[in-house]
Every structure is written in structure tokens, then in C-alpha cells.
């Protein structure tokens, strides 16, 4: 082998030598900077939870009691927060109520006169002419409260006088025990301007419970015409004649 033969085979295997060593120096040199090898692009997992990327975003925080979760990129982010019960309890109520209710008990409240505990007599009247005075009197052991006029009937009359509205009182007439009432009856027109009279010698008047109290006329009875008129039950005798 010729010398020139001998120095290209050195040559080429020196070649050779130090290319295998740069190989080897890459190879090594990869493995140390962790370089990965270059991929295909694959689909996502289809679970999704796939790895973070390097610089991507990192895990949500943990939620505090009643706080917001943590920042984003940020794996050691805890939330924090605290809630404050502010209701206040308005159930409760203040009774203003006023009881103003009055007791009307039987023995407040006056029932109404009967024939049996009222005596009623008749009397003529010194003057007006032509009247007849009615007394009322309480001969019971209780108050009651007589009828608001007498519905006096005289003889056989198949009606009952008129009342004189002007003598109405504000309230009825109550008698206590022994108290009277007074009621005046127009019997006729003075001035014989009356019809249709007649004699009358009894009289009876009702009560509101029924009962009927026969009156005892004066001596000879009553002449009455178209004029008889009654007036309410008064307190005082001089106001039943006024009318």
C-alpha cells in the first residue's frame, strides 16, 4: 500500500472518529437540556383533564367558608370571606288593645212595666177643659220602663187615639220602685167642633208584654168625640197637660 493510500485511510478514519464523538455530544447534550422530541398533534384527552402546559393556568384555589375562589395561576390560592346574619327577629308584637266593653247586666238595664207591678188611675183635670190626667205608678220591687204613650181604649172603640207627637220626651219614661209616670188624653173639643161622641165608662190600656190594666174612670164616666188625643208617658204631671 502506497503512503498516499496510508494517509487517506487515517484521514478518513479520523473523520469518521470525530463525527461518531459530535453524534454522541448531541445525543448527550439532548438528554441534559430535557429538549423534547418534536410530536404530532394529538386530540385531547376525553376525560379532559389533561396536564397543565408550562405557563398555563394553574388549579382553582380552595373556597373559603363563604368566600371567592382563588386567582387563576395561582395552585396555593385559598379563598377567604365571613358572612354576617343580619336578620333581626320582628315576630314579635305589642298588644294595644283596649277593652272598652261596658257589662249591661240585667240589673243595669230596665225590663218593661206590666199590668201586675203598675197601677194606672184616671183623674180629671182642673183645666184644660175636657182632659183626663193619667197617673202611673210602680208598685213593684224593680225599675222598668213603661210603653212610650198609653194605647188607651175607651168603651167599645175599635181604635186607639192619636198621640201628640210634640210632647215626645228625649227617652222613655222608667219608674223606680214607687215612682210615677204622668200622661194627659185630650177627651173632646171644647168648642163641640168633635164628632161621632159618646159616653165611655171603662177604659183599658195595654202593655208591651202583653198584659192589660183595666183603669177605673171618675163618677159617670167620659164623654170623648172625634178630638181625643194622648200624649207620651211624662215625668211630671204639669207637662202631661200642656198639650
Known amino acids: 500500500m502506497s503512503a498516499r493510500c496510508i494517509t487517506r485511510t487515517r484521514l478518513f478514519a479520523a473523520t469518521t472518529v470525530a463525527l461518531a464523538a459530535l453524534s454522541l ?58 358572612g354576617s346574619d343580619s336578620g333581626s327577629d320582628a315576630g314579635a308584637g305589642t298588644d294595644t288593645g283596649t277593652d272598652t266593653g261596658t257589662d249591661d247586666s240585667d240589673s243595669d238595664v230596665p225590663g218593661e212595666c206590666s199590668a201586675s207591678d203598675v197601677r194606672i188611675t184616671a183623674a180629671n183635670a182642673p183645666r184644660p177643659i175636657n182632659h183626663l190626667l193619667l197617673t202611673a205608678t210602680n208598685t213593684g220591687s224593680t225599675t222598668c220602663a213603661l ?13 186607639v187615639p192619636p198621640v201628640a207627637e210634640s210632647s215626645k220626651p228625649q227617652s222613655l219614661t222608667t219608674l223606680a220602685p214607687g215612682e210615677s209616670g204622668y200622661a194627659g188624653v185630650r177627651l173632646s173639643s171644647g168648642d163641640g167642633s168633635g164628632e161621632n161622641g159618646y159616653d165611655a165608662n171603662t177604659l183599658t190600656i195595654p202593655f208591651e208584654d202583653g198584659s192589660i190594666a183595666t183603669v177605673k174612670l171618675p163618677s159617670g164616666g167620659v164623654y170623648v168625640d172625634t178630638a181625643l188625643t194622648v200624649t207620651y208617658w211624662q215625668t211630671d204631671a204639669s207637662n202631661a197637660l200642656e198639650y
Open 147 to 159: 210603653p212610650p204613650y198609653p194605647a188607651a181604649r175607651f168603651g167599645e172603640a175599635q181604635s
Open 25 to 82: 455530544t448531541a445525543c448527550e447534550g439532548d438528554e441534559l437540556t430535557g429538549s423534547p422530541a418534536p410530536e404530532s398533534a394529538t386530540s385531547a384527552p376525553a376525560d379532559g383533564n389533561s396536564p397543565h402546559p408550562a405557563g398555563g393556568t394553574g388549579d382553582t384555589g380552595s373556597t373559603g367558608t363563604t368566600g371567592t375562589a382563588g386567582s387563576n395561576g395561582n395552585d396555593n390560592a385559598s379563598g377567604s370571606g365571613s
